[in-house]
T-cell receptor, first 114, second 116 residues
C-alpha cells in the first residue's frame, strides 16, 4: 500500500456521461498530481494541485477539470466522455510543491467508456 | 521540445540473466532523472532518482547510471527474477528559473518479460 488511495478502482460508463475520480494523498503530502495512461501509451501529466491551488497544467482537455479540497483530497471530473477517454487514471502525491524527491503513485482508476 | 526516449521498447530475458535498459533525453535544463517500475495495472513505483552530480545509484539488484554530458541513463538489472516482469519508465525533470518546477517528461517505457 503506497498510502495514496484512489477510488473507484474500476469504472464503466457510457459515452456522453460524466464521472468523478477521487484521490486521497499520502498523509502529510500537500501536492496531488493527476496522470492519464492510455493503452500502450506512456503516462500523460494532466494537472497538479498544491495545498488547494492549481500549480501546473499539462495536457488536460477542457472537458476535464479537477480540484483539491481543504482536507487535501482531490477529485478529477471527466465530462462528455468519449471512447478515447478510456484509460488508467493515476493520482500521485508529494510533500513539496516541486517533487524533487519524487512522489508516490496510487493504484489507479481504470475507466472504460462504452 | 523536451523528450525522453527509451529503448528497447520491449525485452524478453530468461530468469537469472542480466539486462540493461536505456533512456536518452533532451530535457533542458536538467534537474533529475528517475526510474520507475510499473506492474501491469498498478501505479509506478520509484526505483532510483539521480541529480546532475550523481552518475550511479543502486537499489538492490537495480543499478542506474547517468551521463549528463551525453544525456543518457541506463538501468541495469542483475540476476533477474520473474517478479521483475514489468514496465520500466524513465522520467526526467526540468529545472526552471533556479527552482525545480517539477515539470516531468515521461518515457514510453520498456516492457520487460522474464521467463523461467
Amino acid at each position: 500500500d503506497s498510502g495514496v488511495t484512489q477510488t473507484p478502482k474500476h469504472l464503466i460508463t457510457a459515452t456522453g456521461q460524466r464521472v468523478t475520480l477521487r484521490c486521497s494523498p499520502r498523509s502529510g503530502d500537500l501536492s496531488v498530481y493527476w496522470y492519464q495512461q492510455s493503452l500502450d501509451q506512456g503516462l500523460q501529466f494532466l494537472i497538479q494541485y498544491y495545498n488547494g491551488e492549481e500549480r501546473a497544467k499539462g495536457n488536460i482537455l477542457e472537458r476535464f477539470s479537477a480540484q483539491q479540497f481543504p482536507d487535501l483530497h482531490s477529485e478529477l471530473n471527466l465530462s462528455s466522455l468519449e471512447l478515447g477517454d478510456s484509460a488508467l487514471y493515476f493520482c500521485a502525491s508529494s510533500y513539496r510543491r516541486d517533487p524533487l524527491d519524487g512522489y508516490t503513485f496510487g493504484s489507479g482508476t481504470r475507466l472504460t467508456v462504452v | 521540445k523536451n523528450q525522453v526516449e527509451q529503448s528497447p521498447q520491449s525485452l524478453i530475458i530468461l530468469e537469472g540473466k542480466n539486462c540493461t535498459l536505456q533512456c536518452n533525453y533532451t530535457v533542458s535544463p536538467f534537474s533529475n532523472l528517475r526510474w520507475y517500475k510499473q506492474d501491469t495495472g498498478r501505479g509506478p513505483v520509484s526505483l532510483t532518482i539521480m541529480t546532475f552530480s550523481e552518475n550511479t545509484k543502486s537499489n538492490g539488484r537495480y543499478t542506474a547510471t547517468l551521463d549528463a554530458d551525453t544525456k543518457q541513463s541506463s538501468l541495469h538489472i542483475t540476476a533477474s527474477q520473474l517478479s521483475d516482469s514489468a514496465s520500466y519508465i524513465c522520467v526526467v525533470s526540468a529545472l526552471y528559473g533556479g527552482t525545480s518546477y517539477g515539470k516531468l517528461t515521461f518515457g514510453q517505457g520498456t516492457i520487460l518479460t522474464v521467463h523461467p
